[in-house]
């Protein structure tokens, strides 16, 4: 074969692995993959263990301590967990 023919060839292929693709549409290929790789160590996880803790006043201090639920919710919260099997006082 020729070299030129090879070398040719060679630096066709070599241009070939290079896409180029409207910014938009990387962004959404990076979303989407990242969401997959979120989703899939979610999965794995042991999502139906129990939670860390049995205590009803230790998950609600947690999430009053957040700052991001009103006290109606927070006393929903509670009124909820008193009511689960799961959950002690």
Do not use: C, N, W
């Given at each position: 074969?020729?070299?030129?023919?090879?070398s040719?060839?060679?630096?066709?292929?070599?241009?070939?692995?290079?896409?180029?693709?409207?910014?938009e549409?990387?962004?959404?290929?990076?979303?989407?993959?990242?969401?997959?790789?979120?989703?899939?160590?979610?999965?794995?996880?042991?999502?139906?263990?129990?939670?860390?803790?049995?205590?009803?006043?230790e998950?609600?201090?947690?999430?009053?301590?957040?700052?991001?639920?009103?006290?109606?919710?927070?006393?929903?919260?509670?009124?909820?967990?008193?009511?689960?099997?799961?959950?002690?006082?």
């Open positions: 074969m020729d070299v030129t023919f090879m040719h060839i060679i630096e066709k292929k070599r241009r070939a692995s290079v896409v180029t693709i409207p910014q549409e990387y962004e959404a290929m990076v979303d989407s993959r990242l969401r997959y790789a979120y989703l899939r160590q979610i999965i794995e996880e042991d999502i139906f263990g129990p939670p860390p803790t049995r205590k009803s006043k998950v609600v201090d947690a999430f009053r301590k957040t700052k991001r639920y009103s006290g109606a919710f927070l006393e929903s919260l509670a009124k909820g967990l008193k009511r689960s099997s799961h959950f002690t006082a």
